[in-house]
């Protein structure tokens, strides 16, 4: 069946466009017998030829101009690896107005505009798939749309920013802290120039937006993902964890509350028998768990080019096999409900926090006092002679209402016997 | 789109048909969103509707009759959850003679009868879906067969049995031998009565062939797969193994060497800092490498009524989008190659050997030579004083063809100083 040929138009010659294009090239031959037609690149855009890439392409398929790929009418698919959102959005848009699928890697594009990209290819019952968009070459939006759709999805817990993780990793194996492990993350190339993205955990929210949209079938505005970078964490934070049975691992969490779901991205205490807690270095893993199948885990590389080349040949290969059987858009968007977010001051956790405090009788008295008034139970405390003139107190709460705990540390900080409430994190028991 | 109403039939009652009777049911409402149509169970045939199952179907619904549910004209899609070969073969190539798509979770089925029922499902473009039939609810073959599509699978190593894998935990963690350990799996509920095709590997084994037959594109014949169980480990076993920075586990192993694929079951020495190495009590999970992705991992709950049910019913959405849009059979049989596998006799790895000796000069000396001289190269020797008058010897080699280290092992055990040549353990480094 199919026909002998699928022509792809790859928009974005860069990293992730190039690994495409090179998985293309290197399983050619199975990939047609799987995909029922050969799929090959006949055009690709990019606006600098001349920059170094993993591969290398024909003088006679470049051109600068992605619009002359869109009208190409021989062109079947677009791949959109330009990532960002100007001009990607406009080009997906337009691809498909010319009735042509998409196939994109642009998590900041999905989560921003996917509403009105999916229901563009909807009206026009054609395919938009983004698997590398989220975990580079581990399937996960596969997954939830088919393997996984009998199941009404009650979490899932990510660890989907290489680049935190190793900052992470670093600091919890070497002691280092966070300046001198970021400045190491860079040196080898795992965080850009200006990290802001991946340390203050926009990246994650994006792709936490994109998941959650799947697995709770209702969109995750990006406004409403509260995110918190990992910046504040200090080596201190990383012993007492150890010592309390836990690693900190910056998380995208997204649970069913029944009424409302909770979106956020922050870093948090684990358990060290968690699954996520042995996920190191720039790995990273999604933890699942669902109504039937309980709890899974994917795990695997979350970026590169190959590996996020691997995802969108594996989104080309359905597409084309769409396109052979005239079913392009069998999968629609499944955002068919509308859920609240709850607002994060309602969310309730266990929290771990780390203050500095006068040496004195009576104090770790009055502040334990304070969490009493505002309604937060404390679970465990450990108290230790700082080198200088005051003591450290390391507090582990009960599940606590984030409002409550706001509001206690708020007023304790203004006690005259604590110096400072030096850091505050949530802990996810599973 | 789509029609109103996909209906189900259900052969074999069980636990996991009951299972996905329950998931169908619980999730009707989203289900029939994401499949287009509600997908309903009208008919369920079982020998026996007076054991005890996790729900009830309703009388009417019931028969004895595998056929008559087969022959129902209004019935789209027959689910084959009875297990074994006979009389599930023939019923499941009834369904596909009577137009019908299957979805079964019948690993020895498919293992055994793979060739024949998907061959017969392509020549009638019908769907013959089997997620289920591998690690539970474990999305694993849909994967395999889309998203890593464009991969060279280059490895599978999976832990793919609850039992075995529950009785290594409990020898690892609780010093206990293999006997107390099985005896407990089987007062817990989580080895048969008769446990011999968990503990023997045949089990394994199964899944192996359905996943490499799909990962390598090549038929995996079942009398090909070399299997061994986990009988012979001992308590010594597991001290040896943690010291050396291993831990015991049953893998399924089918690897890509060029030339051939290798395909084996057996209890192997596995490094603590892999992945599969913190896969614990009756958790399954399964190792991938791709040519373009690099290594992943895939980690759940690998059997059970929901897990499963989760799996077959995922497939049924899959399915049933796939009868809305004319596009049964779109992902047909990928086993378009013929690759040999290689004998177990050529296969190179290390090896772990404990052995017990008389304690005398110049045995250790005698023993090392006979390695040497079958070309069997040692990494490391641990010599230790028993209890009784003898010594203990273990050797871990480095890679050798298993064929040298079976040669010098009997040449060593007809040594009148060796009293035993205890266990013999399989290393594999990733």
């Not at 170094?52 to 470049?62: F, N, S």
């Not at 991946?198 to 799947?214: C, F, T, V």
């Not at 590389?301 to 359905?318: C, F, H, K, N, Y």
């Amino acid at each position: 069946m199919g026909r002998d040929l699928i022509r792809i138009g790859i928009l974005g010659f860069g990293n992730v466009g190039a690994g495409a294009y090179q998985v293309l090239q290197e399983n050619a031959e199975s990939i047609a017998l799987k995909a029922g037609s050969r799929l090959e690149v006949t055009r690709a855009a990019d606006i600098d030829w001349r920059r170094p890439r993993p591969v290398d392409l024909p003088q006679e398929m470049r051109t600068t101009d992605a619009r002359e790929v869109i009208a190409d009418p021989a062109i079947d698919i677009i791949v959109e690896t330009i990532g960002g959102t100007e001009p990607a959005l406009e080009f997906v848009l337009s691809a498909l107005r010319a009735g042509k699928c998409v196939v994109t890697s642009n998590k900041e594009l999905i989560a921003k505009h996917g509403r009105e990209i999916l229901e563009q290819a909807d009206a026009r019952g054609l395919d938009i798939y983004f698997e590398g968009a989220v975990g580079g070459g581990i399937p996960i939006i596969q997954p939830l749309k088919q393997a996984l759709a009998g199941n009404r999805i009650q979490s899932i817990v990510g660890i989907v920013n290489g680049t935190t993780n190793y900052i992470l990793t670093q600091m919890a194996s070497g002691g280092q802290d966070f300046a001198h492990a970021l400045a190491e993350a860079q040196q080898k190339g795992y965080a850009e120039p200006d990290p802001t993205d991946d340390i203050e955990g926009n990246d994650a929210a994006y792709k936490l937006a994109i998941l959650a949209s799947i697995a709770f079938n209702s969109r995750a505005p990006l406004e409403q993902i509260y995110r918190e970078g990992i910046s504040r964490i200090a080596p201190p934070d990383m012993l007492y964890a150890r010592e309390l049975g836990y690693v900190i691992k910056l998380l995208a969490i997204g649970r069913d509350r029944g009424d409302a779901v909770e979106l956020r991205v922050h870093p948090a205490f684990l358990p060290q028998t968690h699954p996520l807690a042995a996920v190191s270095d720039v790995f990273n893993a999604i933890f699942i768990e669902g109504s039937a199948v309980g709890g899974l885990m994917f795990y695997g590389r979350g970026a590169g080019a190959r590996p996020t080349g691997s995802a969108v040949v594996g989104d080309l290969i359905e597409v084309a096999r769409n396109l052979n059987r005239g079913a392009t858009g069998r999968i629609p968007c499944t955002c068919f409900e509308a859920r609240p977010v709850r607002p994060m001051d309602e969310v309730v956790t266990k929290h771990y926090v780390r203050m500095q405090v006068a040496d004195r009788p009576g104090v770790l008295a009055k502040i334990a006092a304070v969490f009493g008034e505002e309604g937060v139970s404390l679970a465990s405390v450990v108290q230790k002679t700082a080198s200088g003139e005051g003591a450290e107190i390391v507090w582990v709460t009960h599940q606590s209402v984030e409002r409550a705990v706001r509001r206690s540390l708020e007023r304790i900080a203004a006690l005259p016997e604590v110096n400072e409430v030096s850091t505050w994190v949530r802990v996810e028991e599973g």
